[in-house]
């Protein structure tokens, strides 16, 4: 690779490997779509007082179920495709029927509970390493805030914001900041004090103020623990967001499509948002190591 | 100016810890002279490196006087009267080596044209004219320990405070860096209180060794070296150097207890 040149994909020699892995996964998959569904299939000829049906007949059968226990991956991807692409394609891509619609929906607060439990996770390690105090108070807190299962405390964010008037976006952004900034936090408590003492000694020896020393010694050796973080904090925003539209009917999300699906046993659909969801939550957290590489790049780090 | 740098009257400092106080230094007596190369040298222990510290105002001393440039330590330090030079080099490695020279220089608000002249005229001091735009990690241990000599002439200060410096590196770049720093100090006249563990680095590049021992941390000897300020490197098989030596070995065997 020309030097520069940023390295997106350093995992040469990683496909075969990884594309094994899938493969026995998919195939495992599929060997327990027959074997979950063959009940239903040989309920129903039983019904119908027909002979129960033969393994060739059966297999073909479990796979093409309208509300199946378990969809096969192919159902699943078509249906990801009727609702994306073929949407797309007619001209409809923010429909009420579009996953990206619904995507976007739930992005929309993801991003917005990231950005937010960011900037909180950042001054909170700010505070807590130049304050005593604060050093001494803020962390219990902070661990005990992840304690609470998240699904308890979602209803009651969203009900109680709600009674004094806020809804939409911010309510379920909150869910995600409140997941959030705590790997921001912990990582950044940890960046901010990573310059060794002989570091801080030559701050002092330069009669350096606190502010000098923060944004010339400790905020760029933060970085690195930053975005590790981030990365962290990112995926779990999206399933903060998720959990959001859960509990409080939400119609629109990714998470509302799960709920919607539950109720009406259209399980295709809850795999559809499950996989779409997953797949957005890959996509954020490449982009996110890719502004990290861009980063340490642009500060000048010894390439791997 | 006062002729003497820095003056330690009665200086001692103690630590508090579980085990008890500790005695880093206790009623030490010197003075350091403008133009001096003063080298400390005695086992791990004897407050040779906290010294050194008592006068960057690194460590506040629990008991007597010390001046630097007839100011408090802290006084001192806030008019930056002296560079300090640690073991390691302690460049940010997010940092170019002529932007970790700026450093200080950033800190003290110098304009950017200002730093500039100040970044040249110590990188070719240092003899690393061409490697301004490297960053650390691409320079050899010897290199990044000369950019932060160069960082620490940076602001000009007269004093230059040393921690074994070349501790980290072997002999042969040692050798080299020892005649360096020679020809440095014998260029810029500043003073150097220069910390080691060496006996022939001490003797080599010093004006006036101090001794010291143990337990608690004091002077056991001040020898003021009588070889010629013009030093070639083979000047460390004369006769003369050799006796030195034997005097700083002989201090260095009488202040310490072998017995622990």
Known sequence: MAPGQISFMTNHGKAIPVLTIITILIAIWYACVVWMNAPFERDKAERISKPAPTLSQLIPATMAQERPVLPAPHQVVIEIWKTTGAMVQKGRPFSKRSLIYHSWVTLSATLLGFLIGTALGIMLAVGIVHNRAMDKSVMPWVITSQTIPILAIAPMIIVVLNAVGISGLLPKALISTYLSFFPVVVGMVKGLRSPDAAQLDLMHTYSASRAQTFWKLRWPASMPYLFTSLKIAIAISLVGAIVGELPTGAVAGLGARMLAGSYYGQTIQIWSALITASALAAVLVMIVGFAHTLVLKRMGEEPA | ?260
């Open chain 2, 1 to 260: 100016m006062p002729d003497t740098v820095v003056s330690a009257s009665n200086l001692s400092l103690t630590f508090e810890t579980n085990d008890g106080p500790v005695h880093a230094l206790k009623d030490v007596d010197l003075d350091v002279d403008r133009g001096d190369f003063v080298s400390f040298i005695g086992p791990s222990g004897c407050g040779k490196t906290t010294f050194l510290r008592v006068i960057a105002d690194l460590e506040k001393p629990t008991g007597g006087e010390i001046s630097v440039n007839g100011m408090t330590p802290q006084e001192a330090r806030m008019k930056r009267a002296y560079g300090y030079v640690f073991q390691a080099a302690s460049l940010l490695p997010w940092r170019t080596i002529e932007k970790n020279i700026a450093v200080p220089l950033e800190i003290m608000g110098l304009s950017r044209a200002d730093q500039r002249k100040r970044i040249d005229d110590v990188l070719s001091l240092v003899d690393l004219a061409n490697f301004g735009k490297k960053y650390p990690w691409q320079l050899s241990g010897g290199m990044q320990q000369r950019a932060s000599i160069a960082r620490a002439l940076a602001f000009d200060a007269d004093l230059l405070l040393m921690d074994e410096p070349f501790g980290a590196l072997d002999e042969i770049v040692r050798d080299h860096l020892n005649e360096q720093l020679l020809k440095l100090w014998d260029a810029t006249n500043k003073t150097i209180c220069f910390v080691t563990h060496s006996i022939p680095e001490a003797v080599y590049l010093s004006t006036k060794i101090v001794v010291m021992s143990p337990r608690p941390g004091r002077v056991h000897d001040v020898i003021d070296s009588t070889l010629p300020r013009e030093r070639p490197l083979d000047i460390r098989e004369t006769p003369e150097f050799l006796e030195i030596a034997a005097r700083v070995r002989e201090g260095l065997r009488a202040g310490h207890s072998y017995d622990e």
